[in-house]
């Protein structure tokens, strides 16, 4: 049962290099999201999307862009890495986009940027 | 706009102890109320929810009431245990864009000694 898996786990960048974060989920859910964990800041919504093709921004959606290409697949994009985003970073999935709380986490991915 | 705060931490407690983790809400409407529990290492799990003013949400002999005269979604356990360890989330649901989306508190580290 893979449920959300987020690839890679940690990553090491140096300022204004670029990476990609992928997740995936095999439970056929329409939304999807990428979160960042920050100490004492909770979980801040990255951006999302609510189906195949589409993306929307959420609080925080500066310096990352995203793409959903396959239902199955949410790409979180950083074009030239900042220390202010070294951060960990979490994928969610969900059926009824977020109507029933049921979100689905991965196990989140490490980033640090020097 | 919508917003979280919930109990700072570290809260430390010895095993069968009674815990109460405070949150509060701000928000526009009806929203649902939720705890997420995060043991080390992984992702974000649904503990508990509730929909409506005046439920109840209950799993693993956690507890929280919704209380829309308080505003408060308050998270309670009468006899703690060492695996209880974890970092809590209080959460709300509201609609933004075309999706619902959580928002969450900072989060309260649980340490309980055995």
């Known amino acids: 049962n893979a449920g959300v898996t987020q690839t890679p786990k940690f990553r090491v960048l140096k300022t204004g290099q670029s990476m990609t974060l992928l997740c995936a989920q095999d439970m056929n859910h329409e939304y999807m999201y990428w979160y960042r964990q920050d100490p004492g800041m909770g ?57 029933s709380g049921e979100l689905f986490f991965g196990e989140g991915s490490r980033l640090t940027v020097l | 706009g919508d917003s979280v705060t919930q109990m700072e931490g570290p809260v430390t407690l010895s095993e069968e102890a009674f815990l109460t983790i405070n949150c509060t809400y701000t928000a526009t409407g009806y929203p649902s109320l939720f705890w997420y529990v995060q043991y ?61 989306q959580l928002t969450f508190g900072s989060g309260t580290q649980l340490t309980v000694l055995p």
């Open chain 2, 40 to 100: 080390p290492g992984e992702g974000l799990q649904l503990l508990l929810k509730a929909t409506k003013a005046d439920d109840k949400g209950s799993n693993k002999g956690f507890e929280a009431t919704y209380r829309k005269e308080t505003t408060s979604f308050h998270l309670e356990k009468g006899s703690v245990q060492v695996s209880d360890s974890a970092v809590y989330f209080c959460a709300l649901s509201v609609r933004a864009g075309s999706a619902r």
């Open chain 1, 43 to 99: 979980l801040r919504l990255i951006h999302y999307s609510v189906g195949e093709g589409t993306t929307a921004k959420g609080e925080v959606p500066d310096g990352y862009n995203v793409s959903r290409l396959k239902k199955q697949n949410f790409l979180l994009g950083l074009e030239s890495a900042a220390p202010s985003q070294t951060s960990v970073y979490f994928c969610a999935s969900g059926r009824t986009g977020g109507k």
